[in-house]
């Protein structure tokens, strides 16, 4: 399959901000930016497979800024890094309010879209033609963020496994919770 640029599938979607879309005080719920998001990330990752894809894994999520009614929110979707069936989509949300034209930088994340071929197998996408600095820059954060995500979910299972009630109480003895449940006798 033909390699494609970053530019292929650059996608930007603007949204303003209307009055369902907030809660009481006109603050923007962050369930509404996340699905914005998901649309985004899909739009970049089919453009760029050709494909039907679905959202795997999110990373780097966090809302740094209210957003409020009103606001223009802007989602800006490129490819940062391919694998074999995966990418990894880099999202930079930014808000603006039109009145002052004031605009502030909300949240970026990691959308990782995977392709599928028509019967639902993974689909290999095409490679990614690296064309600046900025490009390759992100392609290799992309590979990084991947290694790091599978090694936490290895320590993740492996230390969950492992560790004993006893111990586990132990460990959350100076932390803001109480163990309050009947505990089995050994
Ligand atoms: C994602 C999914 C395809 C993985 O299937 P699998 O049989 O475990 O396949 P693999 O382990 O070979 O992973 C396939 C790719 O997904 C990536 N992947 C799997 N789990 C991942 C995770 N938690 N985070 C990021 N990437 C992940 C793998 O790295 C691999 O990438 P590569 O092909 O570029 O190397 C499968 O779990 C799925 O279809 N999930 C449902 C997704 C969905 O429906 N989303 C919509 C939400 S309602």
Redesign the pocket.
Known sequence: MEARTVDYSRTTITELMIPSFANFSGKVHGGLLLSLMDKVAYVCASKHSGAYC????VDGVEFKEPVEVGELVSLAASINY?????MIVGIRVVSLKPKTGIEKHTNSCYF?M?A?NEDGS?MTVPRLILESNDDMRRFYDGKIL?KM?RQI?EVLDREIKDVTEQAMIESLAEDRCDVAYEREKL
């Open positions: 679905v959202t795997v894994s391919v694998g074999n069936s995966s990782t995977v599928k993974l991947k995500r979910s």
